[in-house]
């Protein structure tokens, strides 16, 4: 089974995450909890309403204010990276954190490195899945490479110079 990192340490990913089907195919879901394409999901909303083994995942294109209004209850979303170099998820995550107020899991998937992990938990991601080649046991002092930040984010509210006044 695949891992997922989560700040409490490594776990087992349960989760699936399925592909848009192609044209002509219907949807075919795993057996146990399922990651769906965000517009697949929001054309079959009614089928899986109440369910709480069903989450999404946007990838870098996809505009997340689209599904604002429909995300709250979902208990995990997941942004996908293509590439190290697209950074585009990282404005994914902050604008579903703070703009929309999601307060499930979020997972980065994809082309997830050791050495952004720091930066993708300052954005509001609390799950990591990382690239396949990359060696988990070093996420957790990736996680916490930096002892303090100067910038404002997600996970600190307020600047150094901010803190360090009061």
Same mark, same amino acid.
């Given at each position: ?33 399922? $990651? /769906? ?5 929001? #054309?079959?909303?009614? +089928?899986?309403? %109440? ?6 995942? *946007? ?35 902050? $604008? /579903? ?5 999601? #307060?499930?899991?979020? +997972?980065?998937? %994809? ?6 992990? *720091? ?48």
């Amino acid at each position: 089974m695949p891992e997922l990192i989560r700040h409490d340490g490594i776990h087992n990913d349960e989760w699936t995450l399925v592909s848009k089907p192609e044209e002509g195919q219907d949807l075919s879901l795993p057996d146990g909890p399922a $990651l /769906l394409p965000a517009a697949v999901w929001k #054309e079959n909303m009614d +089928r899986f309403a %109440g369910r709480n083994d069903i989450g999404i995942w *946007f990838d870098s294109h996809e505009e997340p204010e689209v599904y604002a209004d429909l995300i709250g209850d979902l208990p995990v979303i997941a942004v996908n990276f293509p590439k190290f170099t697209d950074g585009r998820g990282y404005s994914i995550a902050r $604008l /579903l954190r703070e703009r929309y107020g999601y #307060e499930g899991e979020l +997972r980065a998937v %994809g082309d997830v490195l050791l050495d952004q992990l *720091f930066y993708m938990k300052r954005c509001g991601f609390n799950a990591y899945a990382l690239r396949e080649d990359k060696d988990s046991a070093h996420a957790e002092y990736c996680l916490n490479v930096f002892s303090n930040a100067y910038q404002a984010a997600v996970d600190t509210e307020q600047p150094l110079f901010r803190r360090r006044a009061s």
